[in-house]
């Protein structure tokens, strides 16, 4: 006859193993989330697009599930263990070994989606090295879940030896997950770029509301206005808040003559290079440096 937990205590062991689903799903992949925008950065390739190249966004997402999951993680499996040697939980009760299983299939599922878009990608073209690199990563990651379910089935917390080899899974797993978050954490954007960045991409948002609204002055008068403010008032009503940058620094306009005009701001950063990882916005109609810069432009209908 199988072990069984007593009533109260299957809500409690119950929630301890759906937690650390929940909290495993959100470390392994993320983890792999890192790693393979590690081997982006490391191993670029040329001809990949967006959605595979390496990319700030992806690898800060990753970074904070891996702060916040990994120590709830760790921390559910500790009072899971506890409860196995304080005898609240039978390590034979048919709820534990439905869960441990349950994991397992999850684990199973994601770990087989890893697999086949990595090998979809190479097929469609990728990189040896990142194919071989991100193959690795999936099947460690898999397999350093599978043996420890494996043997969390089959362990004796009465035994001397079970806290050794509990040891012997846990610290190699957390020393790897450190080395991954340092090493992510090193090349991310760091707050303050990423808040520089905000702020130019907001004012971009400006400047192309701006030139849609003169584009439309423009047809209606075949001439541009002197000054912005003519745009405030009908037809056209120009939002006030797009002549200004986000810390309040008015943009500077002025007309060239013709259908040509320029825009000038200070900006935070500069969206010339894509070394960071991070999606370019309005570099084709408006390429910058950081610092001052005007930028000229003319209506589109002239070109």
Same mark, same amino acid.
């Given at each position: /006859?199988?072990?069984? %937990?007593?009533?109260?205590?299957?809500?409690?062991?119950?929630?301890?193993?759906?937690?650390?689903?929940?909290? @495993?799903?959100?470390?392994?992949?993320?983890?792999?989330?890192?790693?393979?925008?590690?081997?982006?950065?490391?191993?670029?390739?040329?001809?990949?697009?967006?959605?595979?190249?390496?990319?700030?966004?992806?690898? +800060?997402?990753?970074?904070?599930?891996?702060?916040?999951?990994?120590?709830?993680?760790?921390?559910?499996?500790?009072?899971?263990?506890?409860?196995? @040697?304080?005898?609240?939980?039978? !390590? $034979?009760?048919?709820?534990?070994?439905?869960?441990?299983?349950?994991?397992?299939?999850?684990?199973?599922?994601? /770990?087989?989606? #890893?697999?086949?878009?990595?090998?979809?990608?190479?097929?469609?073209?990728?990189?040896?090295?990142?194919?071989? &690199?991100?193959?690795?990563? *999936?099947?460690?990651?898999? &397999?350093?879940?599978?043996?420890?379910?494996?043997?969390?089935?089959?362990?004796?917390?009465?035994?001397?030896?079970?806290?050794?080899?509990? $040891?012997?899974?846990? #610290?190699?797993?957390?020393? /790897?997950?450190?080395?991954?978050?340092?090493?992510?954490? /090193?090349?991310?954007?760091?707050?303050?770029? *990423? !808040?520089?960045?905000?702020?130019?991409?907001?004012?971009?948002?400006?400047?192309?509301?701006?030139?849609?609204?003169?584009?439309?002055?423009?047809?209606?008068?075949?001439? %541009?206005?002197?000054?912005?403010?003519?745009?405030?008032?009908?037809?056209?009503?120009?939002? !006030?808040?797009?002549?200004?940058?986000?810390?309040?620094?008015?943009?500077?306009?002025?007309?060239?003559?013709?259908?040509?005009?320029?825009?000038?701001?200070?900006?935070?950063?500069?969206?010339?290079?894509?070394?960071?990882?991070?999606?370019?916005?309005?570099?084709? +109609?408006?390429?910058?440096?950081?610092?001052?810069?005007?930028?000229?432009?003319?209506?589109?209908?002239?070109?």
């Amino acid at each position: /006859m199988s072990a069984k %937990l007593t009533n109260n205590q299957l809500p409690k062991f119950g929630f301890f193993y759906l937690l650390s689903l929940i909290s @495993l799903i959100f470390t392994a992949i993320p983890a792999g989330l890192v790693a393979f925008q590690l081997i982006n950065k490391w191993l670029p390739d040329p001809l990949s697009g967006y959605t595979v190249s390496y990319t700030s966004s992806s690898l +800060k997402f990753g970074l904070a599930a891996l702060l916040i999951a990994v120590p709830v993680y760790f921390w559910t499996n500790h009072q899971i263990n506890r409860g196995l @040697l304080k005898k609240e939980l039978d !390590r $034979r009760a048919d709820l534990r070994r439905w869960l441990i299983y349950f994991i397992l299939l999850v684990t199973a599922v994601v /770990m087989l989606s #890893w697999l086949i878009a990595i090998f979809y990608r190479y097929l469609d073209g990728e990189l040896t090295g990142q194919f071989l &690199a991100k193959s690795a990563v *999936a099947i460690i990651i898999a &397999a350093v879940i599978f043996l420890f379910y494996r043997y969390d089935l089959r362990r004796d917390p009465k035994k001397a030896s079970d806290a050794r080899y509990l $040891r012997w899974f846990a #610290w190699p797993v957390i020393i /790897m997950l450190v080395i991954l978050f340092i090493s992510g954490f /090193m090349i991310a954007e760091s707050p303050k770029q *990423a !808040r520089q960045r905000r702020y130019d991409e907001k004012l971009i948002g400006n400047f192309y509301q701006i030139d849609s609204v003169l584009s439309t002055y423009y047809q209606h008068n075949n001439r %541009l206005p002197d000054s912005l403010d003519e745009l405030l008032s009908t037809p056209y009503f120009l939002d !006030r808040q797009a002549l200004q940058a986000s810390d309040g620094q008015k943009i500077s306009y002025k007309p060239l003559g013709g259908a040509k005009y320029q825009l000038c701001a200070t900006w935070q950063t500069s969206n010339l290079d894509n070394n960071d990882g991070v999606r370019t916005i309005g570099i084709e +109609k408006w390429p910058h440096q950081s610092g001052w810069q005007c930028l000229e432009q003319t209506i589109w209908s002239d070109v």
